[in-house]
């Protein structure tokens, strides 16, 4: 037996493996997500959702998870090892949708689903047209993003155009249908078309001149590389994005009613990104810690760097948030102005403030993880839930609280804990 037949089968077995796993946690979320999920379409109906919203909801949503499960799906060790035992281009592109199968499944359960729980026909056929083309429109860019053509970004820009105007024109149910059909079947037969001719670009693949310069630029700064590397990664950045989105949204319905809403909104949104990367950035240096713990000089320069590129995540998001609704809402620049300086002091005492208490509270459970304890979680969410209390009703008090929240950054800044 040779030792490809041999990898061959090795790697086939553990492939059933993972999928008898992945097919328990599967029918698990089978039998709850429509549920839940239709108690929130009732009351968002309620509130004055129309159909048409649904479908450019889920066609976004499609779209987002599509592209989530090209990136956690495709990986290039896989696609090379099936190419050297002879598998062609019309296999690899089989392969990859039926890798993605489950997930996709699981999609249009979430919108099907929902009519088990009295949600509207109209409703459903609404969210189902929107997600399948959003899938589809992440199939076919995912192809062209591969293919690296300009016909390919041309095409999908094009029709990335005719979707909108899908979902903006107003059009009787039977044109609507026809329309829909014509827009899946040219998306689909593109992207097998685009399938077909980028998997040998796929496969030989080099890093061009202008990434490498970009890559040698971030090597010469290996904290700063580090520290994007974490910020974009997956398993933080998802989170954030669904989280945010969920603010954004209920947002929109409840920010005309108080000025007070506003602030408040981007309170949370710093908050969230607070506990999402600076709580846990000392977290994931596991135990290259210790290289940074060998020397104060060390220490410093890894905390400087940690706490300058937070700083300017968090206020970037802040900034954005508030000059959105701010000209949404009309406010006028001089409030306005002093909402975001306010929200930004907020921003930087709570990193402040996470940084050094999530350190505090860092363990290690008996497989050799780094984590924080289930107390320190909890008091670092109700410490700064009570932050945010005070920076909202109590701001002379929180001002205060925040001098020493700085004096003691200070302190940890300038001694290797």
Same mark, same amino acid.
């Given at each position: 037996m040779t030792s490809i037949k041999l990898c061959e089968i090795l790697y086939l077995k553990q492939l059933r493996k993972l999928t008898k796993m992945d097919a328990a946690l599967f029918i698990f979320l089978l039998i709850l997500i429509p549920n839940g999920l239709a108690n929130a379409t009732l009351r968002l109906n309620s509130w004055g959702f129309k159909p048409m919203m649904w479908a450019i909801i889920y066609g976004i949503i499609g779209f987002l998870i599509h592209i989530g499960i090209n990136i956690s799906t495709s990986k290039i060790e896989e696609i090379r090892f099936l190419w050297s035992i002879g598998k062609g281009n019309l296999f690899l592109t089989q392969y990859n949708m039926v890798k993605k199968i489950p997930f996709l499944i699981l999609l249009l359960w979430i919108v099907v689903g929902q009519i088990m729980w009295d949600v509207r026909t109209n409703y459903i056929y609404n969210m189902f047209s929107g997600l399948i083309l959003g899938i589809l429109y992440a199939?076919?860019?995912?192809?062209?993003?591969? +293919?690296? %053509?300009? $016909?390919?970004?041309?095409?999908?820009?094009?029709?990335?155009?005719?979707?909108?105007?899908? !979902?903006?024109?107003?059009?009787?149910? +039977?044109?609507?249908?026809?329309? /829909?059909?014509?827009?899946?079947?040219?998306?689909?037969? @593109?992207?097998?078309?685009?399938?077909?001719?980028?998997?040998?670009?796929?496969l030989q693949y080099r890093v061009s001149k202008g990434t490498s310069k970009r890559r040698v630029w971030l090597s010469q700064s290996p904290l700063l590389k580090k520290e994007l590397l974490f910020i974009i990664r997956r398993g933080n950045l998802f989170p954030f994005f669904i989280i945010a989105m969920g603010v954004e949204v209920l947002n929109y319905y409840i920010v005309r009613e108080s000025s007070l809403i506003?602030?408040?909104?981007?309170?949370?949104?710093?908050?969230?990104?607070?506990?999402?990367?600076?709580?846990?950035?000392?977290?994931?240096?596991? #135990?290259?810690? =210790?290289?940074? #713990?060998?020397?104060? &000089?060390?220490?410093? #320069?890894?905390?400087?760097? %940690?706490?300058?590129? =937070?700083?300017?995540?968090?206020?970037?998001?802040? &900034?954005?948030?508030?000059? !959105? /609704?701010?000209?949404?809402?009309?406010?006028?620049?001089?409030?306005?102005?002093?909402?975001?300086?306010?929200?930004?002091? =907020?921003?930087?005492?709570? @990193?402040?403030?996470?940084?050094?208490?999530?350190? #505090? &509270?860092?363990?290690?459970?008996?497989?050799?993880?780094?984590?924080? %304890?289930? $107390?320190?979680?909890?008091?670092?969410?109700?410490?700064?839930?009570? =932050?945010?209390?005070?920076?909202?009703?109590? %701001?002379?008090? $929180?001002?205060?609280?925040s001098i020493v929240i700085y004096i003691r950054f200070i302190f940890f800044y300038r001694k290797v804990s």
């Open positions: 199939e076919m860019v995912g192809y062209a993003m591969l +293919l690296r %053509k300009y $016909f390919g970004y041309f095409i999908s820009s094009f029709l990335l155009l005719l979707n909108v105007i899908y !979902f903006i024109l107003p059009m009787s149910l +039977l044109v609507r249908t026809l329309t /829909w059909v014509l827009l899946c079947l040219s998306m689909g037969y @593109i992207s097998f078309y685009f399938a077909q001719r980028s998997w040998p670009v796929f506003l602030p408040i909104s981007s309170a949370v949104l710093s908050w969230i990104a607070v506990d999402i990367w600076a709580v846990k950035s000392l977290i994931i240096e596991e #135990k290259g810690l =210790l290289i940074y #713990k060998a020397t104060l &000089f060390a220490w410093k #320069k890894m905390l400087r760097t %940690k706490w300058l590129i =937070l700083s300017v995540l968090t206020i970037g998001i802040i &900034f954005m948030h508030q000059w !959105f /609704w701010g000209i949404y809402l009309h406010i006028s620049p001089v409030i306005l102005s002093i909402q975001i300086i306010w929200n930004i002091f =907020l921003s930087i005492t709570l @990193i402040s403030f996470g940084m050094p208490l999530g350190y #505090k &509270f860092l363990s290690i459970d008996y497989l050799g993880c780094y984590r924080i %304890k289930f $107390f320190g979680s909890w008091v670092i969410a109700m410490s700064m839930l009570l =932050l945010l209390y005070l920076h909202q009703f109590h %701001k002379v008090l $929180f001002a205060a609280i």
